[in-house]
């Protein structure tokens, strides 16, 4: 089961959007709404933002939202601050013995 | 609030086995799948595996001929075991809880581990 492809890196001044696209095939990414985002910062754990495509936990903020078109998931982070400068990452559930696949990262810079 | 305190040797010898311990504390093992992945220096996330709290795993194909996870009730815990390390083992494992309906969360802090002669 190959990785998710992700841009490697997008950028944005503060208080613009910015988009991550994460693209995977109708085995995972298209085939269930088992898709989560990670926010990783240098040395610390994954923060979970975004679970089920869409749903936000309690303590993130709503500058950030996902979305899913067919194969391709999406996330939105609008309002950018230099906080939100960090790597993400996609998963999805896959339909194989390998279960759990996650998106190849893309490094946010906040300009 | 559940929260994952995790240990281990950070440096293992090409061909030693790798082992790591992740505690749960502020909640039970029982309902959940516990789980393992890791970060290789500059790379992406690969999952590894997952167990339950009847000792339930799946692993990743790639890596299942050399991994084994275990859970301990009775301490809160569960463990990785990877056998015949390489240097392509070295990496940041973390621990982490799988929710129903699959993500990840919360996770451990990560152990680096690397692996060199």
């Known amino acids: 089961q190959s990785a998710l492809t992700q841009p490697a890196s997008v950028s944005g001044s503060p208080g613009q959007s910015i988009t991550i696209s994460c693209t995977g095939t109708?085995?995972?990414?298209?085939?269930?709404?088992?898709v989560s985002w990670y926010q990783k910062h240098p040395g610390t754990a994954p923060k979970l933002m975004i679970y089920?495509?869409?749903n936000r936990p309690s303590g993130v903020p709503n500058r950030f939202s996902g979305s899913k078109s067919g194969n391709t998931a999406s996330l939105t982070i609008s309002g950018l601050q230099g906080e939100d400068e960090a790597d993400y990452y996609c998963?999805?559930?896959?339909?194989?013995?390998?279960?759990?696949?996650f998106g190849t990262g893309t490094k946010v810079t906040v300009l | 609030q559940v929260h994952l305190q995790q240990w281990g040797p950070g440096l293992l010898k090409p061909s030693e086995t790798l082992s790591l311990t992740c505690v749960v504390y502020?909640?039970?093992?029982?309902?959940?799948?516990w789980t393992w992945i890791r970060q290789p220096p500059g790379k992406g996330l690969e999952w590894i595996g997952e167990?339950?709290?009847?000792?339930?795993?799946n692993y990743n194909p790639s890596l299942e001929s050399r991994v084994t996870i275990s859970v301990d009730t009775s301490k809160n815990q569960f463990s990785l075991k990877v056998i015949s390390v390489t240097a392509a083992d070295t990496a940041v494992y973390f621990c982490?809880?799988?929710?129903?309906?699959?993500?990840?969360?919360?996770w451990g802090p990560g152990t680096l581990v690397n692996v060199s002669a």
């Open positions: 982490a809880r799988k929710n129903s309906r699959r993500w990840f969360d919360p």
């Open positions: 502020g909640g039970s093992v029982s309902g959940y799948y």
């Open positions: 167990i339950n709290h009847s000792g339930s795993t």
């Open positions: 109708s085995s995972d990414v298209g085939g269930y709404d088992d």
């Open positions: 089920n495509v869409s």
């Open positions: 998963s999805s559930y896959a339909r194989s013995t390998t279960r759990y696949v």
